[in-house]
């Protein structure tokens, strides 16, 4: 095991490869309660609310692939969504002018916990406190703002360490980051 806990996040551009870090992490025996996921509101409204799923299902490439044997399928998407729909939750200002930052899981918590003040300074304060370097804050809430989606976990032991970071990379996720916490 790892003495100090390690939190592993990468940011992801592309919503499918979000989907499948989350995926790769429930199959790693990772709870839905223990992954972290960041996005933008008008991402979650637009890719993760109840009435764009049917569109997803429908006439993604993602169905098209799951249809012919593909590694992801809609039941990836459908759990990303569901940890967004009604984990826990919390909206917090920071990421551009009128646009929130969607943050669901254990990470939400720790925000909330944190006080009215901590959400106040926004994400970058937020993901500072956290331990994720100013510049790589930064960058994680330009590709935010953008539609991209920030995933992590606090890893639980050594291997499973170097494991996400590996398939992070693998699926093109970018500024991997492994900070305390």
């Known amino acids: 095991m790892t003495e100090t806990r390690q939190m592993v996040t990468a940011v992801f551009r592309n919503r499918v490869n979000a989907e499948r870090a989350f995926d790769l992490l429930h199959n790693m025996g990772y709870t839905a309660d223990e992954i972290n996921v960041l996005m933008a509101e008008k991402t979650r409204t637009t890719y993760y609310s109840g009435e764009n799923e049917e569109r997803f299902e429908t006439s993604s490439h993602v169905a098209e692939g799951a249809a012919i044997g593909g590694a992801v399928g809609t ?4 759990t990303i969504a569901a940890v967004v729909a009604i984990g826990t939750t919390l909206v917090i200002p920071g990421i551009g002018a009128g646009v929130g930052l ?4 254990p990470i939400a918590a720790a925000f909330a916990g944190g006080g009215a003040g901590a959400v106040a300074g926004g994400a970058i304060g937020a993901l500072v406190g956290l331990g994720i370097s100013e510049p790589n804050a930064k960058a994680y809430e330009a590709v ?7 995933v992590g976990v606090v890893a639980r032991n050594d291997d499973d360490l170097a494991r996400i970071q590996k398939d992070f990379k693998a699926l093109k996720g970018e500024n991997v980051v492994v900070c305390s916490c």
């Open 102 to 105: 969607v943050v669901a899981g």
């Open 144 to 150: 935010l703002r953008d539609g991209g989606v920030v």
């Open 75 to 78: 039941a990836v998407g459908a």
